[in-house]
């Protein structure tokens, strides 16, 4: 079978590997559908992941049926339509008894530290699966792990319709949170560089969509929250000086949400936060998210449709990740078949 596999930073090859086949019981054997190419797959092509180990099969966003189970599984069958949950921990340190997985100590991601799906076929335990809604396309379902993440943005925050909330970035992460957010009821602004993302932000119900290179976002934050200030701020630049910057969009007893993974540190005045009672805290990968965005999805709530602009075939990914870096080309979520 295909696989594409990074094997060090910007040398990324279709690889001819074995067929994988089900070793333990509580095991299945997937045939791969459909992938979505995430920015944490782009850093990990150009090496600029923290995090990431090489040589390494790339891709988290992955949905497939499938074609053999072992004897041990119980709630899938062959021809179920399946997505990967990426998040594997241990179950028995200290996050794990408390219920936060996702930054288990042991913590492993697929496509990150261990290989992930794209490749024609790939072998997973039962509980690292989900189902798909009948009603949804591949690409579609596709969409479920990005809006995971979302969804632990907004569990983060303890985000409620009373919020006004100020997303910085419109890229993929930004606009998924985004639609979550409008979901809940909340007013929502969001900022961008980039015109095109601002145009999406607006399809997708942002309440006002900033230009950071064209107006003072401070400014216009004030001005959007009659002096106040955002209570919830969302940092999806993830750039050296975007704490810093968050912390002066955001209201007293407000929160601030990280996603960041620089090692740069930044210069944050402790006395805006003391102050001010701010809680800045981080939000990883997801926490047991899969059902409810899979029920939003099942529903009708959130449709992704719309974010879905191009689709190449596996074997294209050069020419796929030559469109995602053009900054002249409009895209949105590009989705990879197999």
Known sequence: ????????????????????????????????????????????????SSVATYPRVIGHEIVGEIVETGKDVTHFSVGSRVIMDPVISCGTCYQCRIGRSNVCGKLQVRSVHVDGGYQEYIVMPQESIYHIPENLSWEEAVMIEPFTIAEQVCSRAELSADDVVFIMGAGPVGLSILKRVKLSGATCFISDIMDIRLDFARQYGAD???????????????????????????????????LEQALTYVCSAGRIITLGFGKEPSAINQLSITAREIDIRGSRLHNHKFPVVIDYFASGKLQVKDMITHRYHFTEIHDALRLIENPEIENGKVVLFF
């Open 1 to 48: 079978m295909k696989a594409l596999c990074v094997r060090s930073p910007n040398n990324i090859v279709i690889e001819e590997r074995p067929m994988p086949s089900i070793k333990s019981p509580n095991e299945v054997l997937i045939k791969v559908k459909a992938g979505g190419i995430c920015g944490s797959d782009v850093h990990i092509y150009h090496g600029t």
């Open 208 to 242: 006002a969509a900033i230009n950071a290179k064209n107006v003072d976002v401070g400014e216009e934050i004030l001005k959007l929250t009659n002096g106040t200030g955002a209570t919830l701020v969302i940092d999806a630049v993830c750039s050296l000086r975007s």
